[in-house]
């Protein structure tokens, strides 16, 4: 297996430099999603203070056309701070920034879903819509190929390695436990993590968060993955079906709830969220993956704990269906609903704004309506 050629450099010499005191002054790394809805870019500006909110960020800008998001004749992106977070990497007083991104007219570029998902959850704040992410990603070599696998064949097939533990069994714990406690580091909203079916693939877990602290929370987590990863030398894929064949894909299962399910009787408004759910199969599907589907399809097969693309499925326990109720839920008659069919490269923004449209704004059809 391939890994980077950063990663042989010494740590021990950078730490020497990562030692030196910074004086009063502040780095802080700038994030943002690029072109494909998916992909991460990063750079880092000095400050002469160190923020304690977003509103103490000055905006920023970048080259648009390296990143997918813009012409070179008319290349400047805006950077306006969204969110800020403790920097695990250099540590405090140093900042995480997520941003959105404004084309130069100020308007929202094409994957800066962030601005109609936060306009959705403040018209129903007052439900205090609270959603938990399963985020699932492999472990790859530089090469492409799944960490800790043989070069030349596969290892024993699906079965002892879902929360597996032993050297045969857990690919790559090293990686997990360093995102766990940079992510806690961070301020991140993480709350678990485990080994999952095929080798060499991992989920963490986000939340529960509410309103469009899910989205900011899961892009901070999947860019401090990149990070734990680049430094170790290897790649963390968030491919929906990274192998073919008798393997399992990645999703990222999105756990759903408003104040009036949570509370003594809320079965039925789950079970009405999900009679929506399943009249608007298509529309959904669209929003999972960031190619409206094709990447999704590759994934929900109806092998393999998935649904069928096409066939729209709800059941208590069954991990074979679109929507899943817990047993638990099922049971006390209140909680909580998930919804298996994101693909691990999902935007969470447009993932948790699609289920505020369709189950609290009561939408219908193929198309979001516009507000």
């Known amino acids: 297996m391939a890994t980077s050629e950063s990663a042989s450099l010494s740590k021990a010499v950078k730490q020497q430099y990562m030692d030196l005191p910074q004086g009063d002054r502040v780095q802080a790394m700038y994030i943002w999603v690029d072109g494909t809805g998916e992909g991460l870019r990063c750079k880092t500006r000095t400050l002469d203070f160190e923020p304690k909110s977003v509103e103490d960020l000055p905006e920023w800008n970048f080259d648009g056309s390296s990143t997918n998001q813009s012409e070179g004749s008319n290349s400047d992106m805006y950077l306006a701070p969204a969110a800020i977070f403790r920097d695990p990497f250099r540590k405090d007083p140093n900042k995480l920034v997520l941003c959105e991104v404004l084309k130069y007219n100020r308007k929202p570029a094409e994957t800066n879903l962030r601005i109609t998902c936060k306009k959705v959850m403040e018209m129903v704040g007052d439900q205090h819509p609270w959603f938990g992410m399963e985020q699932e990603y492999t472990i790859l070599g530089t090469d492409g190929h799944p960490f800790g696998w043989p070069s030349n064949g596969f290892p024993g097939p699906q079965g002892p390695y879902y929360c597996g533990v032993g050297a045969d069994k857990a690919y790559g714990r090293d990686i997990v436990e360093a995102h766990y406690r940079a992510c806690l580091y961070a301020g991140v909203d993480i709350c678990g993590t485990n080994a999952e079916v095929m ?173």
């Not at 790649?235 to 999105?254: L, M, R």
């Not at 199969?281 to 999704?296: E, Q, W």
């Not at 109806?302 to 059941?315: M, R």
Request: charged share 30%; proline share 5%; hydrophobic share 30%.
């Open 199 to 371: 080798p060499a693939q991992w989920e963490f877990q986000v939340g529960p968060c509410e309103g469009i602290n899910m989205g900011d929370h899961l892009w901070a987590a999947r860019f401090i993955l990149h990070r734990v990863c680049e430094d170790f030398g290897v790649v963390a894929s968030f491919d929906p079906k990274p192998i073919t064949g008798n393997w399992n894909g990645a999703g990222c299962h999105t756990n759903f709830s408003t104040k009036e399910m949570r509370e003594e009787g809320g079965l039925k408004a789950i079970e009405e969220s999900i009679e929506k759910l399943g009249k608007r199969h298509r529309y959904h599907i669209r929003a999972y993956d960031p190619k409206g589907g094709l990447d999704n399809a590759r994934r929900l097969t109806g092998h393999h704990e998935t649904s069928n693309i096409d066939e729209f499925s709800a059941g208590v326990a069954n991990r074979g269906a679109s929507i899943r109720i817990p047993r638990m839920v099922g049971q006390e008659k209140k909680g909580y609903f998930e919804d298996r069919r994101p693909s691990a490269n999902c935007d969470p923004y447009g993932v948790t704004e699609a289920l505020i449209r369709t189950c609290l704004l009561n939408e219908e059809g193929e198309e979001p309506a516009e507000y």
